[in-house]
């Protein structure tokens, strides 16, 4: 892609490790117009100086960042701490931000790039409530953004809950309102973010280019592979933020269905926070099959992510994270 052809984008996020590769991976590929921070996995005043850290680990202070929403819409907030560390960001050592926040709200930034720019692709891989508000406070702005590219939910189980993945549960009203609002949605769900993991292997092959940033990711990676692994179980933390960029940068890594995607929005349900999405017309290995007639067919609202070539995806997040200083 030339400079004139890079899909211009803002990434709502809550960093966060995974935040972070995709803010790096992002900023090598797109044109991104800013960075927009929400609560999350650390409390906001944390989030948004880990998305300068970063942005400054990286050299791209040219990014402008935005202080967003300190709490869900509706529920109490809830931090992850466990899997990234009380400061969001825990592993490397990284300097606290010089950089300063822009002086507006991340709500206002997301409503003025979607009438700045044309065909503007915000990917949401947080809690929602930042892109909730937006579509809330102006009508156009749904109507406006091309795409919502959505790190959350799962077509199959859950991370918090067996039912509901973290960014959705931490704030399931906001959820509703963006899989309602029309918009067009790539949902990159746990059912395949999960099967992309920052191994030993990848660790290391970050460490041996010998550059500063891939290593200070190396070390970020060895502390979230602890996080979310007492969880999983498995030897690396989950490269789910990351895959969500990838789809828009080559879009034949992850393979999509269009679904229809409901959020549980009632507390007290054993499914709060699940994307409910309709797969009655996927074969059992999530392969489309066509249209399902039984029981009432629902309109799709979401491409939701069904596969990914994991090893297509690693190389292409290591060599955006290894082409930096
Ligand atoms: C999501 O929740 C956060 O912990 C990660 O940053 C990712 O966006 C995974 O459930
Ligand atoms: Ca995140």
């Excluded at 989030?47 to 869900?72: F, K, M, Q, S, Y």
Aim: net charge negative; charged share 20%.
């Amino acid at each position: 892609m030339t400079d004139t052809q890079r899909p211009a984008v803002v990434i709502d996020c809550d960093p966060g490790h995974d935040d972070a590769l995709a803010i790096l991976l992002a900023a090598r590929h797109l044109d991104v117009r800013a960075v927009t921070a929400v609560h999350g996995n650390a409390p906001l005043e944390r989030t948004h100086a880990n998305a300068r850290r970063v942005l400054e680990l990286g050299g791209r202070t040219d990014i402008p960042v935005a202080a967003g929403c300190d709490r869900p819409l509706v529920r109490e907030a809830h931090f992850a701490p466990d899997v990234h560390g009380k400061s969001g960001l825990d592993g490397p050592d990284l300097p606290e931000p010089t950089m300063p926040l822009m002086d507006a709200h991340a709500v206002d930034v997301l409503i003025e790039l979607s009438r700045s720019v044309p065909d503007l692709e915000v990917f949401a891989v947080g809690p929602l409530t930042n892109v909730a508000m937006a579509i809330r406070r102006d009508p156009g702005f749904a109507s406006r953004v091309k795409r919502f590219r959505i790190m959350g939910g799962s077509l199959t189980f859950g991370n918090v809950t067996p039912a509901a993945e973290f960014n959705i549960w931490a704030d399931p009203d906001a959820a509703h309102i963006v899989f309602g609002a029309g918009t067009p949605i790539t949902m990159v769900g746990l059912n395949v973010t999960m099967q992309s993991l920052a191994t030993p292997d990848r660790r290391d092959q970050l460490r041996a280019t010998g550059r500063r940033t891939a290593i200070a990711f190396a070390d970020m990676l060895d502390f979230y592979a602890i996080g979310e692994g007492q969880y999983s179980g498995l030897p690396g933390g989950a490269l789910h933020d990351p895959m969500a960029v990838a789809t828009l940068i080559d879009p034949t890594i992850v393979t999509t269905a269009p679904l229809n995607v409901q959020v549980e929005t009632a507390r007290g349900s054993v499914a709060y926070g699940m994307t409910l999405c309709d797969g009655r017309g996927l074969d059992a290995a999530f392969r489309p099959r066509g249209v399902y007639t039984q029981g009432g067919a629902t309109t799709p609202n979401a491409d939701v992510a069904t596969a990914v070539d994991d090893a297509r995806f690693w190389d292409l997040l290591f060599e955006a994270i290894a082409s930096y200083a």
